[in-house]
């Protein structure tokens, strides 16, 4: 085989995989996200139904929190703890060192806004006035929309003693390798705040700031990288030792696997986590 066909088929090989890759984002990450967003669900009606959902402390990374509904954008989502590419690509996602939706002070939320679903993709078409529904362990929490802002734009005056905000953050703008600003949408609560728990985090890891990558799942994506290579070697040591119909049965569901696998940990390695 001469090099100049080595390197037409590896060209050919890349460009798969990134048309592959490319589909994934905007096809199929939406499809693992409704089925993610399933199980979040049955997960946090369960916690609701036995008044067992946390509300303060120290909570797991991807641990259901609350319910987030806009009736104006038709949204209803499952809000998890930590703001992670890994656990925004499962949904919208509370900052770790922010109080709980219906708690005293400033709760901030992320969401995706091109793959994974885009749940926040919607959220600059917002309007002053629009309300904004929190369901927690603690109760029915409902937000008034106060303002849609960018970045630079002036920050909403300090809360009242005992006053709850909730801010929605995303992305606007630009494409899947980088957006061109961050989004935020500022809410007030009506009503009273329900007492906040101690024992909240204070400090959150760099891959939890907005636009950042979640640089964690780099060595998950290593390794499934590797069994990515050892699939296709498999495929291809099959294909001479049993024939054409038999490889395929048995190795195109494991490559196809690895292959997912693959995207996933790439998708969130790689891009900012509100994309």
Do not use: C
């Not at 089925?35 to 008044?51: D, G, H, K, N, P």
């Not at 494409?175 to 809410?187: N, Q």
């Amino acid at each position: 085989m001469t090099k100049s066909r080595v390197f037409t088929q590896a060209l050919l090989v890349l460009s798969v995989l990134a048309l592959g890759f490319a589909g994934y984002l905007l096809v199929l990450s939406p499809i693992q996200q409704d089925r993610s967003q399933t199980v979040l669900y049955a997960q946090a009606r369960q916690t609701l139904a036995e008044i067992s959902m946390p509300t303060g402390g120290k909570i797991d990374p991807g641990t259901p929190v609350a319910l987030l509904e806009i009736p104006g954008l038709q949204l209803s989502q499952v809000v998890v703890e930590g703001t992670a590419g890994s656990q925004l690509a499962e949904g919208p996602g509370h900052r770790r060192t922010s109080p709980l939706p219906g708690q005293p002070g400033t709760s901030v939320l992320l969401g995706r806004a091109q793959t994974f679903g885009a749940p926040f993709k919607e959220i600059g078409k917002l309007q002053p006035g629009d309300e904004v529904t929190a369901t927690t362990g603690q109760g029915k929490f409902t937000y008034r929309v106060d303002s849609v802002r960018r970045e630079g734009d002036p920050i909403p005056p300090a809360l009242a003693r005992g006053g709850s905000r909730m801010v929605l953050v995303s992305a606007e703008g630009g494409d899947l390798t980088g957006p061109e600003r961050t989004l935020f949408v500022d809410t007030t609560l009506i009503g009273e705040a329900s007492a906040a728990p101690g024992g909240r985090p204070r400090t959150q890891l760099p891959e939890e700031e907005a636009l950042s990558r979640d640089t964690g799942v780099l060595i998950e994506l290593v390794l499934w990288l590797q069994v990515l290579v050892l699939a296709v070697g498999f495929f291809a040591w099959a294909r001479i030792r049993w024939g054409r119909w038999e490889t395929w049965l048995v190795g195109v569901p494991i490559v196809v696997a690895a292959t997912w696998q693959v995207y996933h940990a790439g998708a969130v390695a790689l891009l900012p986590n509100l994309v």
